[in-house]
């Protein structure tokens, strides 16, 4: 027989046994792809095919300027004009005709963007601006104009915010509310008091993701939303609480989201851009770039299918908006969202990995980790993050003890709701004007426009050093631009823009 020992020795092993069960079936979950979405993908990209492309592009690069709805005679400002949705509208205005001179960038600093620091781009009007300060806005609003633009209608292409998509904490929610809520509200008020009929604003198709349910029955087919399609169904129906976004990021971008719709009116007509998931187009993006900075990237999502979309693509779906805007038929279009993508179906995030590693003059390897261990660490993150905000005795350790550094930090449970399927739909936006869509088609897929990032950085790399030692240049992405922002504080705002120059 056996003794009490034993009998606990058998218990303690059999709960073992039986949690590391259950972490196998939730790591075998987390790392399939359901068939509804593998039959939506398109097929992989092979090294001859990435080539191929490439050796396209090197030669004939895409010049999307006859695709661009006509210039209109009117003068713009672009908030977060120095970044990536932001650049490029301010480019494809510059493109279609737009006089430097009738464009301003509001933007707490100077674009790092190679494209945005040479040719006509370098004569258009910057005005460091501190949204989250009504003070600071008005200020920019009211900066007078050249002669040849002071009396052209306005319109306003709003793209500033900050994005820390992993946190969702309640504690952490009072810096994106006061950027991207605060900061929304002071530039609708801005705009409207300066005259402005249109304004445009990029949002975000985060805001459609439910969380996923990543703890699940063991018998369980797959995690709860771990497929979802990224439309504007939410938008008619109420508000969420925070609570019911994966993110502080997407709760935020929702709140920004309705106040821009909700001041619809005649005389000054409103609505947004839904971006799909992944927004990428330019080495300083956190989609393309980021990987593209690294030697040895760890992920887990190497077949999680996405459909993303190029920031120039973003920005030709705004002129898009603007041109439906400034009708008067802009009552069926305007005060609503619209979700865009690339022009063709998703892909995985192996295909963009393919694309770096066969394409970058740098060496780059992934390393695949079992997400369930992810999922564990990202519990423990979030844990450790929030310990300053907990009762005593937890407080004071989070006081003690130091602040997480490096990628780590980012990794929280919120991450494995933005890196699971999403498949936007271009469906609305892509109708005709006269059916109630924008007429949105992207000037170039999701194999052009990342093969020609790589073009891009290979070209910004020509000079670094080669081999063992060699060197990459530095890039200030959205993310590490936020986190400088949150760490100076309000105040610091305009010293980081300072910095940046």
Partial sequence: MFSGDHWASWALTSVALAILAYLVRVNQQLSGTPEEVTRLAGPRWTPDL????????????????????????????????????????????LARGTPPAHIRILDIRRSERSDMNSGPAVDVDFVRTDITSRASVDAAFSRPWPASAAKLPLTVFHTAAVILASDRSAHGYAFPESVNVKGTANLLAAAKAAGASVFSSTSSASIAIRPVGTWVAPWAKEPKHFFQI??????????????????????????????????????????????????????????????????VMPTWVSHIVQSFVHGANVAIAHLHHEAVLVQPSATTHSGRPFVVTDPNPPISYGDLYSSIR????????????????????????EFYSDLPYQPFPFSILGKLLPSLKGDVRHLKPGIFSITTHLIGSNSESSKPVAEGGLGYQGVMTTLEGMVLEVLEWNREHENFGEGEGKTKKAYTTSISLAETIKQLGTVGHQVAASSAE
């Fill in 358 to 381: 066969v394409l970058s003059r740098h060496s780059f390897t992934t390393v695949s980790l079992p997400p369930v261990l992810l999922l564990l660490i990202s519990h423990f993150v």
């Fill in 230 to 295: 990224l439309d504007t169904q939410d938008f008619k129906l109420p508000p969420r609480k925070r609570e019911g976004y994966f993110g502080n990021y997407p709760a935020s971008k929702a709140a920004a989201e309705r106040l821009v719709c909700g001041a619809d009116e005649d005389g000054f007509r409103t609505g947004a851009i839904r971006p799909a998931n992944g927004v990428y187009g330019n080495p300083t993006d956190n989609t393309v770039g980021d990987p593209l900075s690294r030697s």
């Fill in 50 to 93: 990435l080539k191929k492309t490439y050796e396209r592009l090197e030669k004939n690069p895409i010049d999307y300027t006859d695709k661009l709805p006509p210039k209109l005679d009117r003068r713009y400002v672009i908030t977060g004009g120095s970044g990536l949705v932001g650049g490029y509208i301010v480019l494809q205005l």
